[in-house]
Structures are given as structure tokens and as C-alpha cells.
């Protein structure tokens, strides 16, 4: 059952539901604070315009808001920008997962697969992904691509860095393009 949680910060007045779907929230507290916001903001990740909430210890990567949308901070130490290229966007449009929900390696194929698609194979699309890989949870409604060959299309994808569920940040959805369409229900 999903609860509602109100931050304990002074300014923050926004409402979260949470999923309950951690499955030890105490260890996937939030570590992305007020100073990697700031790096984030001034990395131009995000266009100018777009609102951050502000680090809070409270609030966990599972709760969903109509006001805000998680961000995991991974794609963009990986050289993404938002709004995210149209392959990777229409990942995400098909499968209706939150970006919460997807694994580092997840991001990897799909900037991978984008590169190629760039460089190479322009008429390459995100419905073609199921001949390589399979959409599959991997506990917590998290997701990652598990290869459809026992040779992987990408190799050494599927190496996690570490804590990188503990990296997320809350983006105020009508402040960013298409922000109020994005999934936020797990």
C-alpha cells in the first residue's frame, strides 16, 4: 500500500507517495546532495529553466509525485543531456518504466545503441532492440537487458558501479520538456 510522506525541510511542501518497493530503504538513502546538484546544474545536463529540488535525506528513489520525477544521476555521468536523444526517449515511452527503474547497464546499451544508430545505422530503431536483448526485473521492479545470445551485443554492460541507486535528484516535471508525460509510477 502505497503511504504519503511530507519531507521534514521547511521550504519543501510537496507530497510523495511512496511504492514500498526497496527492498532496504535504510541502505538506498538518498547521497546525491545540494553540492552534486549544483555540478549537475552547472554541467548544462539539464536546459536552462529546469527547477531541481534541493537534497533531501528523507525522500527515497521508489516514491512518485505528479509534481516531480526522479532522475537517476547516472545517465549524465555518462554524457547524457535532457531531453534525452529520440531512440533512448522511445525506450522509455514503449516500456512506460521511470527512469528510477532502470539499471546503469540499461543506460549503457541504449547510449550504445544511440552512438551506432548516429554513426552508422541510421534507420536503426528502438523496436529493434527485443533481437539482442530482453527487457527483464531484477528485484525491486528494477530493470536491466539481459541478451538474448550467449555473445552480447555490447560487452562488459552489465558491471554496476557502486552505490549507483543512492544517486537520484527530483526535476519539477512542467519546468522540463515533455516532464508532465513522463512515467513516474513504478
Not at 113 to 126: F, G, M, N, T
Amino acid at each position: 500500500m502505497a503511504r504519503r510522506t511530507r519531507s521534514q525541510t521547511a521550504d519543501s511542501v510537496p507530497t510523495f507517495n511512496e511504492h514500498n518497493l526497496l527492498k532496504e530503504p535504510k541502505k538506498e538513502v538518498c547521497s546525491f546532495d545540494n553540492a552534486d546538484i549544483a555540478s549537475l546544474k552547472a554541467s548544462s545536463a539539464f536546459p536552462a529553466g529546469a527547477v531541481i529540488r534541493p537534497f533531501d535525506r528523507e525522500v527515497r528513489s521508489d516514491v512518485y509525485s505528479d509534481e516531480w520525477v526522479c532522475f537517476l544521476a547516472y545517465p549524465f555521468s555518462i554524457g547524457l543531456r535532457y531531453p534525452f536523444p529520440v531512440f533512448i526517449s522511445r525506450f522509455f515511452e514503449l516500456t512506460d518504466l521511470s527512469y528510477a527503474q532502470t539499471m546503469p547497464m540499461v543506460w549503457r546499451v541504449l547510449v550504445t545503441l544511440e552512438q551506432i544508430k548516429s554513426r552508422h545505422v541510421p534507420d536503426l530503431c528502438i523496436e529493434d532492440l527485443p533481437i539482442s536483448y530482453r527487457l527483464r526485473s531484477h528485484g525491486s521492479s528494477l530493470f536491466l537487458l539481459f541478451s538474448t545470445s550467449k555473445d552480447p551485443l555490447i560487452l562488459q554492460a552489465t558491471k554496476n558501479k557502486d552505490d549507483w541507486r543512492r544517486k537520484f535528484f527530483f526535476v519539477k516535471r512542467d519546468s522540463i520538456y515533455k516532464g508532465v508525460d513522463l512515467p513516474g509510477k513504478w
